[in-house]
């Protein structure tokens, strides 16, 4: 079997974009020359509004041992959990916006909102008021701020890439990839947004369903083997830029190439049978929102899954939704030039330390 940390990256990355990722189509296109048409559009975006929530719907794990109680406190803390985000992105120069927002109800009910903003080489993340957990009253609200180059080259690693234009076109070409090889028939359909349940303001023309199932686990799989990660290997070799994004070196991508080719039927149908005997229940609806220029300017994802693991049951259900607005508009940003009101990163450790003890 495949040992690779790519090889399992691919995996992740794969279901991930079929998931989430789409685009658009017209009457006379079928879903699949719609999607790679839509990946095509979607590299014009240059700004655009933005925002999403995730909701856990379902979380059952089983806790045994000395810390049962505490770890089903925080699984029900987390269940009863809403998280969601708005911001906008501007391309050039590369300036994003985005405040999350979390929301804790329960016996531990608390609110927590928390700005963050990013350019190329730094990053910006207001500090919150915490109730329980209470800072410094000079240093809350202020920005603590990260210059990315620097902790780059304080830990001998590159600089991390904060492009949301080029992770965007990397993932149009792993789509590419993608909806080349699957069968459309299977997996994909068209729907009216009132039948997918799309929100009144999601202004979209057009509404693609992508579908997956316990039943369709096994042809993906095999698909995925044979055709897909073979291209998305050969398309990370070939492409530099790619590669540092992701971090990744061309001798990680050989070893992949390798083990690839040495994964035997056997294999696969071994990882199927062990899937098929613990998974019980696997459903996966993603719904992508065309509006009539053609942008994929809306999506969801409701999975849900249930299984076995050292014969303890378990289940999870999560919904994610995404919109977008103002694609290509001069959109509205409340720190153009970086916040004001900041703290460095060795100023926060000192005060903290301070606070609670040089041992920080």
Known sequence: MIKSKVWLSLV????????ILAGCNSDSKSPQEALKASMSKSSEIKSYSFKGSMKIEDLSIPATGDDAAS????LNAVKNADLSWTGAYRADPMHLEMTLSLALKGDMAVN???????????????IPNIPFFPLPEDMVNKFLELDLKQLAEQSGQPMPSIDPAKSQKFANDILGIIFKNVDEKQYLSEVKAK???????ADVK????????????????????????PEILDLLSSNAEYRDMLGLKQEDLDQAKK???GTGKDDISKGLADFKQNVKTLDVVAN????????????????????????????IAFKVVSQMADINKDVKLEYPDGPKEIITLEQFEQQMGGAFGAGL
């Open 206 to 229: 057009q509404v693609i369903q992508f579908k997956v199932g316990k039943d369709q686990v096994e042809p993906f799989i095999n698909t995925v083997v044979e055709k897909i990660a």
């Open 112 to 126: 927590f909102n928390i700005p963050i903003v990013m350019e190329k080489e730094k990053m910006w993340v207001r």
């Open 71 to 74: 770890t089903g406190a925080v």
């Open 288 to 315: 992508i929102g065309i509006d009539a220029k053609e942008y994929p300017v809306y999506s969801d994802v409701h999975a849900k899954i249930a299984g076995t693991t050292d014969g303890q049951e378990g289940s």
């Open 259 to 261: 083990d690839l080719k």
């Open 195 to 201: 039948d997918a349940g799309l929100p009144e303001d």
């Open 12 to 19: 992740s990355l794969i279901l991930i974009s079929a998931l």
